[in-house]
């Protein structure tokens, strides 16, 4: 990791992501392979100035599919890393603030 904005890949806005942030206050990110909790913590506080409770950091498997004729396995798309952040009560993040 050479900087901040390389830990952080994207937001993840699903319905699961959406409640967790409005009822929650959890905020889900990609993240890179190689970053850590502490790392993640550092980019989130430093990037958006709001103060991080805790991280939790997830690996999700690739999703992976069959061939009909020769019934090999197929790997569709790359496992992800995601990390989970809850932040203090009344700090909100303002990319969420149109999904909401």
Do not use: C, H
């Amino acid at each position: 990791m050479t900087t901040i904005y390389d830990v952080l890949r994207r937001p993840l806005v699903t319905e699961k992501s959406n409640y967790q942030s409005g009822k929650l206050r959890q905020y889900t990110f990609e993240v890179a392979g190689q970053a850590t909790k502490t790392l993640v913590k550092d980019a989130i506080e430093s990037l958006f100035d709001v103060t991080v409770v805790r991280v939790n950091i997830l690996n999700t498997a690739p999703k992976r599919s069959r061939r009909a004729r020769s019934r090999r396995l197929l790997v569709r798309s790359s496992g992800i890393k995601k990390a989970i952040i809850t932040l203090k009560e009344g700090d909100t993040l303002p990319i969420y603030e149109g999904v909401q």
